[in-house]
């Protein structure tokens, strides 16, 4: 007898990829798809799309979504959830929308303790306009702004923002993962499925950060890429729980 | 003798004509002369069961009322002059995504830092779109504080009939300045507007997306024209003004908000000294009162236009009057100067000699 172990989740539309071979997007596109399924919160969702490659996520997507401007998705994310808060709401947001042009937004909305989820995609670079250095951009690591790698006098140092994010008393839950292996991958969706359950619960605050891939950007085979998260990434970034 | 009258400041009027109109949501940030209205809703919606959010900067709470209003609630912020700047990207995004929502302006002196003297420096903001793209606002400007309690439900009216960003322009005087205002006013039929694009979860429905990104260039062409013609429907049904000339007047003052006050005063003290002078004061700036002032024009060949800024409005009356045999002055001060009466009567004279 057949047994199907494997299945596109009803929050996944059936249509082709636009992402780049090896990147990262397409998978926690799908874990997100697959915890929202398992937790029957589909028709009760309200996602806010970044500016970004992820801006498209509504093209995967199959529940209600919108797109904030640069940075803004938890000013968005906040009033929909005040007004709405029967609802779930999560945000998904890149290094540069959130750890950059959206670093305020970021920090209050986690100060006041919003009942929301952010789904934090660190791939260390600006993927959309070209391979620029992201404030998560690790100290060495070439991008088209850092032609020799990063250097902290003249480019600053990488922003750990979990870390940062973590004194704050309206933070419930902050957790690093990655994609490296398929264990990681596994601990990335128990992370988010605690994380979109905090919401439920109401508990404040959650912030899932995944160490994702870029090989267009970074120059790299899709599995060197992997390697280089898993062997140079993690030490900017270790993964874990942080609160 | 029952009291029908309360007294009551501009910007507590512009709070609590908001909540009279059905606004259940209100978020905002610190910034003089508009300090009172964020008070003010601060402590209504709550009574309201609303919801109030005092932002961390004009960035969030614009983009808070993208927020709000997206999820079918009528949604407002207030700030003045170099808070509305950065409110721009917002009105931009809340455009391009065909959402409703009231911004009212406070304005002050200008540009930079400025000053909290009343000022009307944002008119070509306010006018023209104000952030990027090719977008217009409707701009309504109150000129007392009995008048707010009329433009705030025709603001959120606006708004949600044509799905639009509507800018209330104010200044200084108007959200300082108490005025007795008779509690009938209060008296505001909230209309219901259908909103089946809102985002409430895809229960029973497909799935909705609210966005303003058309990689396409036709698609993004097509949103373009969209907009475009609704502009066009605004501008047909929209106008409004007050006006007071006939065939007799010399010149006609042109003025909005506060400034059609000392307008009107002007006028008043002109005609003890027999000189005849015409009232128009648009309400609306965008769309503007055109035709009708083109009409007057027939008759009357002299505008003097009154503003407290560089000529700005100043364009709009002489892109409505425009003809070899019509003559049209300006007297603005700037940087938060009210013109006096007497130097307004003055400038008359001197125009009319």
Not at chain 2, 201 to 213: A, F, Y
Request: proline share 5%; with cysteine; net charge neutral.
């Amino acid at each position: 007898m057949k047994k199907i172990i494997y299945t596109r989740p009803k929050s996944l539309r059936e249509v082709r990829t636009h992402y780049c071979p090896g990147c990262g997007h397409g998978i926690i596109h799908r874990l997100v798809a697959e915890v929202i399924d398992e937790l029957g919160l589909r028709e009760k969702t309200i996602a806010i799309a970044p500016v970004g490659c992820a801006v498209l996520a509504y093209n995967y997507w199959n529940f209600d979504t919108t797109e904030a401007a640069h940075g803004r998705p938890l000013a968005v994310a906040t009033a929909i959830k005040r007004v709405q808060p029967d609802k779930f709401v999560f945000t998904y947001q890149g290094d540069g929308d959130l750890a950059a042009i959206g670093t305020n937004e970021t920090i209050h909305a986690a100060c006041r303790g919003e009942n929301l989820t952010v789904v934090f995609v660190n791939n260390g670079v600006y993927g959309m306009t070209g391979g620029q250095m992201a404030p998560t951009t690790a100290l060495g690591q070439k991008t088209t702004t850092t032609i020799n790698g990063r250097e902290s006098k003249i480019h600053g140092n990488p922003l750990p923002l979990l870390e940062m994010l973590k004194v704050l008393d309206g933070v419930c839950y902050l957790e690093r993962r990655s994609l490296f292996s398929p264990p990681e991958i596994k601990k990335a969706k128990d992370a988010l499925r605690e994380a979109f359950n905090n919401q439920i619960e109401e508990k404040g605050f959650s912030m899932v950060e995944i160490l994702s891939p870029c090989p267009t950007y970074t120059k790299m085979t899709p599995v060197d890429n992997l390697k280089w998260i898993e062997k140079e990434t993690t030490k900017t970034y270790p993964l874990g729980r942080v609160k | 003798m029952a009291n029908n009258r309360v007294l009551i400041s501009g910007n507590e009027a512009f709070g609590e004509a908001a909540i009279l109109s059905g606004c259940r949501l209100y978020a905002g940030y610190p910034i003089t002369p508009q300090n009172e209205l964020t008070q003010y809703m601060s402590r209504r919606m709550l009574e309201e069961d609303g919801v109030f959010i005092q932002a961390e900067s004009e960035l969030a709470s614009i983009n808070m009322v993208f927020g709000g209003s997206l999820s079918g609630v009528r949604s407002m912020t207030s700030s003045s002059s170099p808070g509305i700047s950065l409110m721009q990207e917002g009105i931009s995004y809340l455009a391009g995504c065909e959402l409703p929502a009231v911004i009212v302006n406070v304005m002050r002196g200008g540009p930079g830092l400025g000053n909290i003297a009343p000022s009307q420096a944002d008119y070509f903001q306010s006018t023209r779109g104000g952030g990027h793209g090719d977008y217009r606002t409707p701009v309504l400007a109150p000129s007392s504080v009995a008048e707010i309690f009329k433009i705030m439900p025709k603001a959120f009216d606006i708004a949600d009939k044509y799905r639009t960003p509507v800018i209330v322009l104010g200044d200084g005087i108007l959200g300082q300045m108490m005025e007795p205002v008779d509690k009938s006013l209060f008296n505001i039929e909230v209309k219901e507007y259908s909103k089946p694009w809102a985002l409430k979860g895809c229960k029973d429905r497909e799935p909705q997306l609210i966005k303003s990104l058309y990689l396409a260039s036709y698609e993004l062409e097509e949103l373009n024209l969209r907009l475009q013609g609704r502009y066009e429907e605004i501008a047909e049904e929209e106008v409004s003004f007050q006006s007071n000339t006939s065939k007799e007047d010399e010149l006609v003052v042109v003025a909005y908000g506060s400034m059609a006050r000392v307008a009107a005063g002007v006028i008043r003290k002109l005609k003890k000294e027999g000189i005849d002078v015409g009232f128009f004061r648009p309400i609306t700036l965008w769309p503007y009162p055109s035709k009708e002032l083109k009409e007057i024009s027939k008759n009357i060949k002299k505008f003097l236009v009154l503003e407290m800024s560089s000529p700005q409005m100043f364009e709009d009356v002489k892109l409505a009057v425009c003809s070899s045999d019509v003559r049209v002055d300006a007297l603005g001060r700037m940087g938060g100067v009210i013109p006096t009466e007497d130097e307004v009567i003055e400038k008359i004279k001197s125009i009319l000699k």
